[in-house]
């Protein structure tokens, strides 16, 4: 059976740079909170009204497409991740598809927050190995900017999240000591709320304590109210303490089960890309797996947490460092809201 290779990678990072002291401006922080907390020096925030995270998406899909050697007319599945979509409905991947003018192929968008690039790619490697598809565009793309509360009241969260994107484009392999070797995706649900924007939603809010006074009326009205900016119950939700003791358990985990499976050790991993989620949380995984500083890449100083984007990006730039060659042993991991997690393991 032909394995999955990333045949072609791109990313594309919003020109507006915000630093920890440009935040100052808005909220009560500092660049002492911040960098200790989180090790987050800067983010990019995509144009407040003119730049969607399609639009992100579609300039790093367009890098990773020529670097795969083909065209946007030969893709023939796509894949997008994302939290914060341009619409409710329809998804990104049908506005990729249309933005790119490619041929009426599947769309799918998936909705796994930080965990949603391995994910993705988890995805794509099983329609590759049954031979469906050949040419499948993976896309990870957020804009945050537009939902977070940047007054004080949401200090501990806006700090965390920047906007960005990443593409693969993912082919089929027959090289031994190339490609996806193996990948593991697992989930519970019992923290659902931990971490997570309620509102708008179906659910209305259904079993929290501060569900807003939804209007007086027989049938709908469920779906935003003025009172939700006020009370804060509009934007997102993060149990700080919560996601860390969790990610700190899941991460490792999800790593040593993809090793194991391969019959490979921590020392065999040339690079080790973890979602940026927190630069604590991810020097915390570096120390309880041993690994050495060349073995784990981290760009969240720069860019600050980018969700579903996160893993591509990082994975591109190390790459683009000269940091990965071909033939080396890749572990990508991810942890996120749901909470979901997930790893890949592959030869580059
Ligand atoms: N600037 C200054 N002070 C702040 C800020 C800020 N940006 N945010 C919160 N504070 C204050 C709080 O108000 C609080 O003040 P108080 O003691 O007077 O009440 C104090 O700092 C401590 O607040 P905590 O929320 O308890 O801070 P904590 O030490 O837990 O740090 C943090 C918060 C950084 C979010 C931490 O919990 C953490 O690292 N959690 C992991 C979560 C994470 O990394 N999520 C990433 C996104 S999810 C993912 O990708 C998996």
């Not at 995509?46 to 890098?63: H, Q, S």
């Not at 082919?171 to 996806?180: A, F, Y």
């Not at 050790?265 to 630069?279: E, R, V």
Request: aromatic share 10%.
């Amino acid at each position: 059976m032909k394995k999955s290779k990333i045949a072609g990678i791109g990313y594309y990072v919003p020109d507006n740079i915000y630093t920890n002291e440009d935040l100052t401006k808005f909220m009560d922080t500092s660049d002492e909170w911040i960098t200790e907390r989180t090790g987050i020096k800067e983010r990019r925030y995509a144009d407040r009204l003119d730049e969607t995270t399609t639009d992100m998406g579609v300039k790093a899909a367009k890098t990773a497409i020529e670097r795969a050697g083909t065209t946007a007319q030969d893709i023939d599945f796509i894949i997008f991740a994302t939290l914060s979509p341009d619409y409710y409905f329809p998804g990104c991947a049908v506005l990729v598809q249309r933005e790119l003018k490619m041929k009426e192929v599947g769309a799918l968008d998936i909705r796994n927050q930080c965990s949603g690039f391995v994910y993705a790619l988890s995805i794509a490697d099983q329609f590759i190995k049954t031979g469906m598809y050949k040419n499948i565009l993976i896309i990870g793309s957020e804009k945050h900017s537009f939902a977070l509360d940047y007054s004080t009241r949401g200090r501990s969260i806006s700090v965390i999240f920047g906007d960005g994107a990443g593409a693969v484009v993912m082919q089929p392999t027959d090289k031994k000591e190339q490609g996806i070797l193996s990948t593991h995706l697992h989930s519970d649900g019992e923290e659902a709320e931990k971490l997570a924007m309620i509102y708008p939603g179906s659910a209305a809010g259904k079993g929290l304590e501060n569900r807003p006074n939804w209007p007086d009326q027989e049938l709908g009205g469920l779906l935003m109210t003025p009172e939700m900016l006020e009370d804060g119950s509009a934007y997102p939700y993060m149990d700080g303490q919560a996601v860390f003791k969790k990610a700190v358990v899941k991460f490792p985990e999800v790593i040593h089960e993809a090793l194991s499976e391969n019959n490979l050790k921590t020392t065999d991993i040339d690079l080790l890309i973890p979602h940026q989620a927190n630069l604590r949380i991810s020097q915390f995984v570096q120390r309880s797996l041993k690994l050495r500083d060349d073995q784990v890449f981290n760009n969240i100083q720069k860019y600050g947490n980018t969700t579903a984007a996160s893993i591509p990006i990082a994975l591109c730039e190390a790459w683009e460092q000269g940091k990965i060659k071909e033939g080396d042993l890749i572990c990508l991991a991810a942890f996120g809201a749901g909470f979901t997690w997930g790893s890949a393991l592959l030869y580059w």
